[in-house]
């Protein structure tokens, strides 16, 4: 399947010398295994931390050393203790600005653009400006030549199976690509982090 298949090596490491022209530090490792160490190496003992919701990381366990371990501030565990009917604006400002926040990406072109669709849009602000440091995992099956293609990789082969999740998980009828977010380039030095796994990894 074209939009499920690895990018080869020399296309890898060229997103990579993209991105970091862009103001992205990307780099490649082997397998999950690898991807969780290596993300983990990157957030400090204690720091406040959101991870966004990312078959990504499901699949390779972060979200349970984060939320479980005790050797992270959990945002999400926070706003799991709060009440959404009273405390609404409290929680969309703690999931708006965490310290870092870690999650995936939809699609990453070889000009080092990083493409995020969204239902709610609820993971975009941090992403965008909110959070100090982000982090992304992603399965390198995701880089693809252009934004056009980038485009018919969400709504040609995420979606389906991201509304496939969604009626799976929350019941509802599928899902949306409601909001779009491109970062063409990163002003922040050493804000943003990618780490491509040479395994198929989430959407």
Same mark, same amino acid.
């Given at each position: 399947?074209? %939009?499920?298949?690895?990018?080869?090596?020399?296309?890898?490491?060229?997103?990579?010398?993209?991105?970091?022209?862009?103001?992205?530090?990307?780099?490649?490792?082997?397998?999950? +295994?690898?991807? +969780?160490?290596?993300?983990?190496?990157?957030?400090?003992?204690?720091?406040?931390?959101? #991870?966004?919701?990312?078959?990504?990381?499901? /699949?390779?366990?972060?979200?349970?050393?984060?939320?479980?371990?005790?050797?992270?501030?959990?945002?999400? #565990?926070? =706003?799991?203790?709060?009440?959404?009917?009273?405390?609404?604006?409290?929680?969309?400002?703690?999931?708006?600005?965490?310290? %870092?926040?870690?999650?995936?990406?939809?699609?990453?072109?070889?000009?080092?653009?990083?493409?995020?669709?969204? #239902?709610?849009?609820?993971? =975009?602000?941090? &992403?965008? &400006?909110?959070?100090?440091?982000?982090?992304?995992?992603?399965?390198?099956? +995701?880089?693809?030549?252009?934004?056009? /293609?980038?485009?018919?990789?969400?709504?040609? &082969?995420? =979606?389906?199976?991201?509304?496939?999740?969604?009626?799976?998980? %929350?019941?509802?009828?599928?899902?949306?690509?409601?909001?779009?977010?491109?970062?063409?380039?990163?002003?922040?030095?050493?804000?943003?982090?990618?780490?491509?796994? +040479?395994?198929?990894?989430?959407?």
């Amino acid at each position: 399947m074209k %939009y499920n298949t690895i990018a080869p090596d020399e296309i890898i490491q060229k997103t990579i010398t993209s991105l970091k022209e862009n103001g992205i530090n990307a780099f490649v490792v082997e397998n999950g +295994k690898e991807a +969780k160490a290596k993300a983990l190496e990157l957030i400090p003992a204690q720091a406040e931390i959101m #991870n966004m919701t990312s078959v990504t990381l499901e /699949t390779i366990g972060i979200p349970k050393e984060i939320n479980q371990s005790g050797r992270y501030n959990s945002v999400r #565990n926070q =706003l799991n203790s709060m009440d959404r009917k009273t405390q609404n604006s409290q929680m969309q400002k703690l999931g708006a600005a965490p310290v %870092y926040a870690i999650g995936s990406v939809h699609a990453v072109t070889q000009e080092g653009q990083v493409v995020i669709a969204s #239902n709610t849009g609820s993971q =975009l602000p941090a &992403y965008a &400006y909110g959070a100090a440091k982000v982090i992304w995992v992603v399965g390198a099956q +995701k880089i693809v030549k252009d934004l056009d /293609t980038a485009f018919k990789r969400i709504y040609e &082969y995420v =979606l389906p199976l991201e509304s496939e999740r969604a009626r799976k998980a %929350y019941g509802v009828e599928g899902s949306n690509v409601s909001k779009l977010l491109i970062v063409n380039k990163e002003i922040a030095p050493n804000r943003i982090t990618i780490i491509f796994v +040479k395994e198929v990894l989430g959407f």
